[in-house]
């Protein structure tokens, strides 16, 4: 489904976090709906192309915030893990700080399954 239209693409992403209440894909979907961008594709772009690590996530900026995101997320952060290190056949090279790395990692992992579910061209 390729959705260029900007109203169409908000409504389906609303209807997908309303469809997964709870989970990594709806805090993505918030934080892309609430960033200011008129068009979320803008958004998954920006995040494709410079990644939480640019502080565009205003609500994973602090480690505070990121070790919060992973104790929440933890189960779903470990299957998002453990998909891609056997997808891969690589395992994640962790330098350091976990929780903040594995928390970035799962929302852009999430941000990156998003944007093919939709079809977006980024």
């Keep these: 489904m390729s959705t260029s239209n900007p109203n169409s693409l908000v409504q389906r992403l609303q209807e997908i976090a309303e469809n997964n209440p709870q989970t990594i894909k709806a805090f993505v979907i918030n934080e892309a709906l609430s960033s200011g961008y008129n068009d979320p594709k803008g958004f998954f772009a920006h995040l494709a192309e410079h990644g939480c690590i640019s502080g565009m996530i205003p609500s994973l900026t602090y480690y505070a ?3 919060s995101f992973f104790d ?3 189960e779903e952060i470990i299957e998002l893990k453990s998909d891609f290190e056997e997808a891969t056949g690589t395992p994640l090279n962790i330098p350091h700080q976990i ?6 990692f799962a929302f852009e992992q999430v941000a990156y399954q998003l944007t093919c579910e939709l079809g977006l061209d980024i």
């Design 72 to 74: 929440t997320y933890y």
């Design 99 to 104: 929780k903040n790395y594995l928390a970035w």
């Design 65 to 67: 915030d990121t070790e």
